[in-house]
């Protein structure tokens, strides 16, 4: 399986501000997803990041606020922008290695605090 | 709707005795489940996926689709299964988004 990194690991921000979260993976993979794991919540998928064009976005969750990169098959970047204490969460990355493929792998998560 | 259910949100047993967790389901299509586990300091992975039939640290899954319920179970639980379990499902176009359950976080009592 592919070896997925993210930083930052945590961070703690303040309120109106933004944070990019990066994505990094050792090897080409074709999907990558980023989710939101809310404080004792389960995990619920922001958006697809696709590489070349624009990232697909789950219901409730708009590029305005989530900006995603991705740049090449190796990485991508989430933006948190304008956040608020609501925004607090981990969130993480995971990768697919082929379309059709459903096992997906994680990366270890960013912890965010806004204060 | 494409649903996930854990009905526990905490489940404790003694070493030794059986484990299962429970998982229901609700999804029009074919489903396919997994079940990933975080243990302790630890990053999510995938423990096991309904296609493979397989046993993975002596924990099975069967999928009942009359019942909608994809079960984890091991018939005597060990100290390091203490960790945190998700049930997952795959939806969408290529069955590529993951639709999580609410988790359930198993203590084994030594």
């Known amino acids: 399986s592919a070896v997925i990194s993210q930083k930052p690991s945590r961070d703690i921000c303040q309120r109106g501000t933004s944070l990019t979260i990066q994505c990094q993976v050792d090897?080409?993979?074709?999907?990558m997803f980023w989710y939101r794991q809310q404080p004792g919540q389960s995990l619920t998928l922001i958006a697809t990041?696709?590489?070349?064009?624009?990232?697909?976005?789950e219901s409730g969750f708009v590029i305005d606020k989530f900006p995603i990169s991705r740049p090449n098959l190796t990485f991508s970047t989430l933006t948190v922008s304008n956040m608020s204490p609501e925004d607090s969460s981990i969130y993480l990355c995971?990768?697919?290695?082929?379309?059709?493929?459903?096992?997906?792998?994680f990366g270890p998560g960013t912890r965010l605090t806004v204060t | 709707a494409q649903r996930v259910t854990q009905p526990e949100k905490l489940l404790s047993v003694f070493k030794g005795a059986p484990v299962e967790l429970k998982c229901n389901y609700s999804?029009?299509?074919?489903?396919?489940l997994f079940w990933y586990v975080q243990y302790s300091r630890q990053r999510l992975q995938l423990l096991l996926r309904?296609?493979s039939r397989e046993s993975i640290k002596g924990f099975t899954a069967d999928l009942n689709k009359g019942e909608t319920s994809f079960h984890l179970k091991k018939p005597f639980a060990q100290e390091e299964d203490s960790a945190m379990y998700y049930c997952?499902?795959?939806?969408?176009?290529?069955?590529?988004?993951?639709?999580f359950g609410q988790g359930t976080r198993l203590t084994i009592n030594p």
């Open positions: 995971s990768v697919a290695q082929a379309f059709g493929l459903s096992e997906q792998y």
């Open positions: 090897s080409q993979v074709t999907m």
């Open positions: 990041a696709n590489q070349g064009s624009e990232a697909t976005y």
């Open positions: 999804y029009s299509g074919s489903p396919e």
């Open positions: 309904h296609i």
């Open positions: 997952a499902l795959s939806v969408g176009q290529g069955a590529q988004k993951l639709v």
